[in-house]
C-alpha cells in the first residue's frame, strides 16, 4: 500500500457525507466529521449534497460511474455502528480500529464515550488524520502501524491495550488489500492478545469476484486499483468457517453487504454486486466442549433476562452458567401463558442467543421451549430451566 495518505478511505468518508446530508428520517447514520478528510473538490460535492436536487444527482452520477461502493459502503457502516454498540454493551471496554482510515466512530457513537479506543492505522492516514481533528480525547490512543511491516503484539501493549478486558475489534477495508502473510500475522495477533468474549468484525472480498472479475462490475475493482490500493486476497464464503477455525477464531456471522441491505430494508439492495461481505468472529475457547456457552453469550443471556424483567416479567429468573451450560432457577412462580409475559417476550425474543444446542430434562426446560411453549402452565418455586453443553 502507499505511503500516502488512503485515497479509498477518502471515498468513503465522501460517501459518509453523502448519507449524512440525508433528511434524518432518511439516513442510516450521521457523520457530521467526514467531508472535514475531503480535498477541496470532493468537499464541494459533499456541500452542494445538502440541496435535494443536487444531491440525487450526486448520487445517481456516482452509482452509475461506479455501481455498487457506495450503498455498500454506507450500509455496511451502519451494520458496523449496530456491532460496536451492541458489543459495547454487552460488556466489551476497548474499542480497536485496524485500519481506522477517517473512521469517527470513537467520538459520533455516544455508547462508545466509556471506552477505551485504540486507532490502528498507516502513519500517513493517521497523521492526516490528526492532523485534521486536531486535540484528541485521552480515552482514544493512537497506534502507527503498517500491516505489512510491523506487527500487533508489541504495538497494542505499549499503547496501553489491557488483554485480560473484553475488546470489540473493527477490521474494515483492510483484509482484502493485504497479501495472506499480513493477514495471518494479523490474526494470529488477534487471538493471542483478546480476552475471552472479545468479538471481531472483520470485512473481505468474495474470491469469486477476484478468480472471475467479468461476473461482476469491474468499475469498482478498477476504481481501487486506480488509486494504487488494488485488491489482493480474497476469501470463498463457503470456506470462511475452515478458514477461521484454523486460526482459532469462530465465525459467528457471515453475509454480503447486498444481504444486510436486505435485511435493512434499504432500497437499491439489488444494486450491490454481492461479492462484499462482513463477517463476525470470536476467539474460540479450546478450553470448552463444542456448544459451550461462551462469556459473549452469557452477556446476551443477561441482557435478555433484563429485558424480560423491564417489560412484564419482573420476576424472570437470574441465570447461572456452570461447566458449559446456563441453569435459571425459579425462586417465584412464573406463568408464561399471562399475557405480561407473551409481551415481554415479543419484545425480548430477538436477544435469546440462537445457533445452540439446548436440552431438555425432566424436572427442567430448555431457555427456549420455556419461552415458546411452557413447560408447564405455571413454573412453580424451586423448579429450574436449564441448557447444558453438548
Not at 47 to 71: E, M, S
Not at 132 to 149: K, M, N, T
Amino acid at each position: 500500500m502507499n505511503a500516502a495518505p488512503s485515497r479509498t478511505a477518502e471515498y468513503m468518508a465522501l460517501f459518509r457525507a453523502l448519507e449524512t446530508s440525508q433528511p434524518a428520517d432518511l439516513r442510516l447514520f450521521t457523520d457530521p466529521d467526514a467531508k472535514r478528510f475531503l480535498r477541496p473538490r470532493l468537499r464541494a460535492v459533499a456541500n452542494a449534497a445538502k440541496l435535494p436536487v443536487l444531491r440525487t444527482w450526486i448520487v445517481a452520477l456516482i452509482d452509475r460511474r461506479w455501481p455498487g461502493p457506495r450503498l455498500s459502503g454506507v450500509v455496511r457502516t451502519r451494520v458496523i455502528d449496530d456491532f460496536v454498540v451492541s458489543a459495547v454493551e454487552s460488556g466489551c471496554t476497548q474499542l480497536v480500529l485496524l485500519g481506522a482510515g477517517y473512521d469517527t466512530r470513537a467520538t459520533r457513537l455516544s455508547k462508545v464515550a466509556g471506552a477505551t479506543v485504540f486507532e490502528v492505522d498507516h502513519p500517513a492516514t493517521q497523521a492526516r488524520k490528526r492532523a485534521v481533528l486536531g486535540a484528541s480525547p485521552q480515552r482514544i490512543r493512537y497506534v502507527p502501524v503498517d500491516f505489512e511491516r510491523d506487527t500487533l503484539p508489541n504495538a497494542l501493549p505499549d499503547s496501553g491495550f489491557k488483554g485480560e478486558q473484553r475488546s470489540c475489534v473493527l477490521w474494515e477495508g483492510v483484509f482484502s488489500y493485504l497479501t495472506p502473510e499480513a493477514i495471518d500475522t494479523t490474526l494470529t495477533a488477534l487471538v493471542a492478545l483478546c480476552a475471552a468474549g472479545s468479538r471481531i468484525l472483520l470485512t473481505y472480498v468474495d474470491q469469486r469476484a477476484l478468480d472471475a472479475p467479468d461476473s461482476y462490475p469491474q468499475a469498482w475493482s478498477t476504481a481501487v486499483s486506480d488509486v494504487g490500493e488494488p485488491f489482493q486476497t480474497g476469501l470463498h464464503p463457503s470456506e470462511s468457517h475452515a478458514f477461521f477455525a484454523r486460526r482459532k477464531l469462530t465465525l459467528r456471522h457471515d453475509e454480503s453487504t447486498t444481504e444486510a441491505a436486505l435485511r435493512l430494508g434499504i432500497a437499491g439492495a439489488h444494486s450491490i454486486p454481492g461479492f462484499y461481505r462482513i463477517a463476525i468472529l470470536e476467539p474460540a475457547l479450546a478450553a470448552q466442549p463444542p456448544g459451550s456457552i461462551t462469556p459473549a453469550d452469557q452477556a446476551d443471556y443477561l441482557k435478555a433476562v433484563a429485558c424480560m424483567r423491564s417489560h412484564g416479567a419482573p420476576d424472570f429468573p437470574d441465570p447461572s452458567f456452570e461447566n458449559g451450560g446456563v441453569t435459571f432457577n425459579i425462586r417465584r412462580p412464573l406463568d408464561p401463558s399471562s399475557p405480561q409475559y407473551k409481551s415481554a417476550l415479543a419484545r425480548c425474543q430477538k436477544l435469546i442467543p440462537a445457533g445452540l444446542p439446548y436440552s431438555r430434562s425432566s424436572g427442567s426446560a430448555s431457555w427456549r421451549s420455556a419461552l415458546d411453549v411452557p413447560y408447564r402452565p405455571v413454573f412453580a418455586s424451586g423448579t429450574s430451566w436449564s441448557r447444558e453443553a453438548s
